[in-house]
């Protein structure tokens, strides 16, 4: 974007900038490398957005920061209308799976009396509803599935077929969470491998969408895209152990990520959809 030029960057609240450099920050936000005062920062801007838009992330970042590494936050704000994040610069390293493995489970350990977050995430398509709710089941189909699908139904990427099947799964969900407890756990919330990385030789958990739920919850989006192997899974379930039938439940959990890509991206995710839909 050009109007990020050398003007933009000096009015951030970092002393000497020396230089400002593009670097892959997802496809959400632009990104960028600073050197300032003999220090590198990472910067995220999200054009045409108040700084409240990163509100929910710099929230996410702190909760679990105190549990696991994160990026710090340093500074949030707007300037010429455009949203920024600073965040410390981390470089990457090599890093061990197993650590991975510790550190989520660590984090799941992380308890709360209830289901939900601090605030709300705004979405392209949604805004994700994270009040408050004691039952993992409700929360589940009504703050998450159900708000979905109607965004699936607006952009033209449901029918019938997907609309009878996906009533027989929360059937089966409501079933199963009707006589079985879940503890709220501090979940990253979009756990893929672009989530996490290694610097200083150890996992750092980035860019999370921060919600206490069922921990499955995460595990199934680390089963989706792959980058997790059997080092991760091998020390997780060595500090926290998996309830027994979880490959059972984790096609729910599945279909939450799945759907979204299907509406984001449309139907080239409509067959991976449609494979746990079908198994209802």
């Known amino acids: 974007m050009s ?48 700084a409240s838009y990163f509100k929910h992330e710099i929230n996410g970042l702190k909760a679990l920061g105190k549990v696991v590494n994160t990026p710090t936050p340093l500074y949030n704000g707007a300037i010429d209308g455009h949203a920024y994040l600073v965040l410390n610069w981390l470089t990457e390293s090599a890093g061990s799976q197993a650590d991975l493995g510790r550190a989520v489970a660590d984090l799941h350990q992380h308890f709360n009396s209830q289901f939900g977050f601090v605030d709300n995430h705004q979405t392209k398509v949604l805004v994700k509803n994270n009040t408050w709710n004691d039952s993992w089941e409700d929360f589940y189909v009504n703050q998450r599935l159900l708000p979905e699908v109607a965004a699936a139904q607006r952009e033209g990427r ?30 990253h919330g979009d756990l893929w491998a672009g989530n996490f990385m290694f610097a200083n030789d150890k996992p750092y958990l ?63 995710y409509g067959g991976a959809v449609d494979r746990i839909l079908d198994r209802y």
């Open 158 to 187: 449901w029918n019938r077929w997907r609309e009878e099947h996906f009533q027989q799964m929360v059937k089966k969900f409501r079933q199963y969470y009707s006589d079985h407890e879940v503890r709220a756990s501090l979940l």
């Open 206 to 268: 980035i860019d999370p969408d921060a919600v206490y739920g069922d921990r499955e919850f995460d595990i199934a989006m680390t089963t989706i895209f792959g980058g997790f192997d059997n080092e991760f899974y091998r020390a997780y379930t060595d500090k926290y152990p998996f309830t027994p039938g979880i490959n059972d439940r984790l096609p729910w959990y599945q279909f939450y990520y799945l759907c979204m890509h299907l509406i984001l991206f449309g139907e080239s």
């Open 3 to 50: 109007k990020l030029n050398h003007s933009w960057f000096t009015q951030l609240p970092l002393k000497n900038i020396t230089s400002f450099q593009p670097v892959s920050g997802g496809d959400i936000n632009e990104a960028y490398r600073i050197e300032a005062g003999g220090k590198s920062y990472f910067i995220k801007v999200q054009p045409n957005h108040p």
